[in-house]
């Protein structure tokens, strides 16, 4: 992900005005909030952004390929 300086904000600004972390999702759709200088959270505009627009079939299956995958170990155990 190609993150634009101009929509990085700190940790401590986000805390003290949120409102100029909306205003930036207002105007480039998303920011990001660094915390201890690494990007830690991403702000979206849920109008914006068309991947969230996920069937619920596909969201099930990508929910089952993470559980599936944290668990790989517990599942190959259970299946002996």
Do not use: C
């Not at 914006?48 to 627009?53: I, K, P, W, Y």
């Amino acid at each position: 992900m190609v993150v634009n300086t101009e929509q990085i904000v700190s940790m401590t600004d986000a805390n003290q005005n949120f409102s100029k972390v909306a205003r930036l999702v207002d105007a480039h759709g998303s920011a990001v909030i660094f915390k201890n200088n690494r990007p830690k959270y991403l702000v979206i505009d849920l109008a914006q952004e068309t991947f969230l627009d996920l069937t619920d079939d596909e969201k099930i299956e990508i929910a089952a390929k993470r559980i599936l995958h944290k668990h790989r170990k517990a599942f190959e155990e259970l299946a002996k």
